[in-house]
T-cell receptor, first 115, second 111 residues
Framework: NAGVMQNPRHLVRRRGQEARLRCSPMKGHSHVYWYRQLPEEGLKFMVYLQKENIIDESGMPKERFSAEFPKEGPSILRIQQVVRGDSAAYFC?????????????FGSGTQLSVL | TQLLEQSPQFLSIQEGENLTVYCNSS?????LQWYRQEPGEGPVLLVT?????EVKKLKRLTFQFGDARKDSSLHITAAQPGDTGLYLC???????????FGKGTTLSVSS
C-alpha cells in the first residue's frame, strides 16, 4: 500500500530553467495539496487541487508557479524561470476526502536547489 | 488570516525529562492536528483534537485542546531520543481548503 510518492527527491536547476515536481497521491485519494518549507518560514500552504480542478491557490505566487492534477497521472508543480529564492523543500500531501478534520498524508518531499 | 504560534521554537533536553510545547491562536479552529517531522521526510500525523477541552493520550504523549478551541498543548513524559524531531500543529482555514501550519517546535532529546 504505497504512500504519497514524490519525484525527484532532489532537483538541481540553474537560474532561469524550469523545475517540474511530481506527486502521485495515495491510492483512492483525489485531493492533493502542495507546500513549501524553508527552515525560517515553516511549512507554507501553496495550492489545493482536486482531480482536474484548482480549489484554492491562495498560497501560490502569482507569477512563474503553476500546478495541475490531471484526470490521469500525477499532480505537477511547475516553476518557470527559477530564481535562487525558489530553493526549498516542496512537499505534496493527499487525502481521500475534503473536510476540516481531514488528515493529510505527506510525501518525502523534493529538495529544489537553484544554482 | 488565521495564524498558529508555536512555542518554544527550540527545545533541547536530557532523556527522561518532561516537556510541554504550545500552539496558540487568536482564531477559533474546529479542530487542531499535531504532526511530527523528521529530517528529510514529510510530516506524519500524531493526533487530531476536535472537542474543546479534549485530552488525548498517545503512549507518553498527551495532547490537550483548549476549551475555547484557540489553543493546544503537547506534553511528553520521560522524553526519549526517539522523540527528537519537529513538532507541528495545524488547523484548517475557514473555508476548509487549506491546512495551515505553525512554524513548529524543534525538539532534541539527548541520552
Amino acid at each position: 500500500n504505497a504512500g504519497v510518492m514524490q519525484n525527484p527527491r532532489h532537483l538541481v536547476r540553474r537560474r532561469g530553467q524550469e523545475a517540474r515536481l511530481r506527486c502521485s497521491p495515495m491510492k483512492g485519494h483525489s485531493h492533493v495539496y502542495w507546500y513549501r518549507q524553508l527552515p525560517e518560514e515553516g511549512l507554507k500552504f501553496m495550492v489545493y487541487l482536486q482531480k482536474e480542478n484548482i480549489i484554492d491557490e491562495s498560497g501560490m505566487p502569482k507569477e512563474r508557479f503553476s500546478a495541475e492534477f490531471p484526470k490521469e497521472g500525477p499532480s505537477i508543480l511547475r516553476i518557470q524561470q527559477v530564481v535562487r529564492g525558489d530553493s526549498a523543500a516542496y512537499f505534496c500531501a493527499s487525502s481521500p476526502h475534503r473536510g476540516r478534520d481531514e488528515k493529510l498524508f505527506f510525501g518525502s518531499g523534493t529538495q529544489l536547489s537553484v544554482l | 488570516t488565521q495564524l498558529l504560534e508555536q512555542s518554544p521554537q527550540f527545545l533541547s533536553i536530557q532523556e527522561g525529562e518532561n516537556l510541554t510545547v504550545y500552539c496558540n491562536s487568536s482564531s477559533v479552529f474546529s479542530s487542531l492536528q499535531w504532526y511530527r517531522q523528521e529530517p528529510g521526510e514529510g510530516p506524519v500525523l500524531l493526533v487530531t483534537v476536535v472537542t474543546g477541552g479534549e485530552v488525548k493520550k498517545l503512549k507518553r504523549l498527551t495532547f490537550q485542546f483548549g476549551d475555547a478551541r484557540k489553543d493546544s498543548s503537547l506534553h511528553i513524559t520521560a522524553a526519549q531520543p526517539g522523540d527528537t524531531g519537529l513538532y507541528l500543529c495545524a488547523g484548517y482555514n475557514q473555508a476548509g481548503t487549506a491546512l495551515i501550519f505553525g512554524k513548529g517546535t524543534t525538539l532534541s532529546v539527548s541520552s
